[in-house]
């Protein structure tokens, strides 16, 4: 439970400077926009890294298949919360060249993904291949 509170204070502060930073800026119709896809893709990306607790790691690994919560519809919800959230950023900021930094991390996020999803199945075998059916990316 450790790494949850860590994660939660990690993501405390997040939201708090970012939300006192995003407030000084006017509202336009892209900011809005923006921050209607960042703020629930952040609270979705920290729910999903809590609700992995001790099975998270960097590099792949497998402790633990988890399959409850977001991870019973989204075999990578980190991931792919992760991109929502910076394209919504990105969008907040109106800065077009972002695109590049997104450009770069969706392909490493699918090889990550990929990586991860190779040390789970040699893991966990027909448990982690009947998971993966029932799950989207």
Do not use: C, H
Not at 107 to 118: D, T, Y
Request: hydrophobic share 55%; net charge positive.
């Amino acid at each position: 439970m450790k790494l949850n509170f860590v994660t939660l204070a990690a993501v405390t502060v997040v939201a708090v400077f970012f939300g006192a930073r995003a407030l000084d800026f006017p509202w336009t119709l892209p900011r809005i926009m923006g921050m209607a896809i960042a703020v629930p893709a952040f609270l979705l990306f920290a729910l999903a890294r809590i609700q992995l607790g001790r099975s998270f790691s960097v590099q792949a690994k497998a402790t633990k298949l988890v399959t409850t919560g977001l991870y019973s519809r989204i075999r990578n919800p980190i991931y792919f919360f992760g991109g929502m959230m910076i394209a919504g950023i990105i969008i907040w900021a109106g800065k077009p060249w972002f695109l590049i930094f997104f450009a770069v991390l969706i392909p490493l996020q699918v090889i990550r993904s990929r990586k991860e999803s190779q040390v789970l199945e040699a893991e966990f075998g027909d448990a982690y291949r009947e998971y993966k059916k029932k799950t989207w990316f």
